[in-house]
């Protein structure tokens, strides 16, 4: 069963990549569009999903700006791909703080790709594809510091997520209670 644990659990994530800044959509998306297009990267990710009611409260908790003209930018779909990511680790409050850092000391596209790197790197050695890991930068600033320990949460979450749904398929169960 482990072999073929292993197995599964490689294939399902083997593929998976983050878009790259420069190719995630800049024409401006509508709500329905940007969570069609969320949502068909983040779905190998087991546990992480969006929504358009997540996005608008995104917004309204200004976590992102507005969409102008009802439309999401390519610097907002970044942020909402990271958001998705690290709400399953975070509150939404220490987000707040996590992306207010992060608009003062980087530029989005710059601090998007850090995340993007460090977390294929950190998920492809957890689900054990790649046989080492070496950090996308060697600065220990507090900003990188704070970004990858999220991404280690946020990849072991998903790690945890997809195995216990993996055992679940096997039939493995919680004690029904009396």
């Known amino acids: 069963m482990e072999e073929r644990f292993e197995k599964q659990m490689q294939e399902a994530i083997a593929c998976f990549k983050l878009p790259e800044y420069d ?94 790197k460090e977390f294929e790197k950190l998920l492809f050695y957890t689900y054990g594809i790649s046989s080492n890991y070496e950090m996308v930068w060697v600065e220990n600033s507090i900003p990188k510091t704070m970004l990858r320990n999220t991404v280690i949460a946020a990849v072991n979450k998903v790690y945890l997520d997809h195995s216990i749904s993996l055992l679940r398929e096997e039939g493995f169960s919680a004690p029904k209670k009396d």
């Open 23 to 116: 190719t995630i959509p800049d024409v401006g998306l509508f709500l329905e569009q940007t969570t069609k297009y969320i949502s068909g990267v983040l779905a190998p990710l087991s546990g992480v999903t969006i929504t358009g009611s997540m996005i608008a409260n995104y917004v309204k908790k200004k976590l992102i700006d507005n969409p102008v003209k009802k439309q999401y930018s390519r610097e907002q779909i970044a942020y909402l791909i990271f958001i998705a990511i690290a709400k399953s680790v975070l509150s939404l409050e220490d987000l707040q703080v996590l992306i207010e850092m992060q608009h003062r000391t980087y530029p989005a596209k710059v601090a998007y790709i850090y995340f993007c």
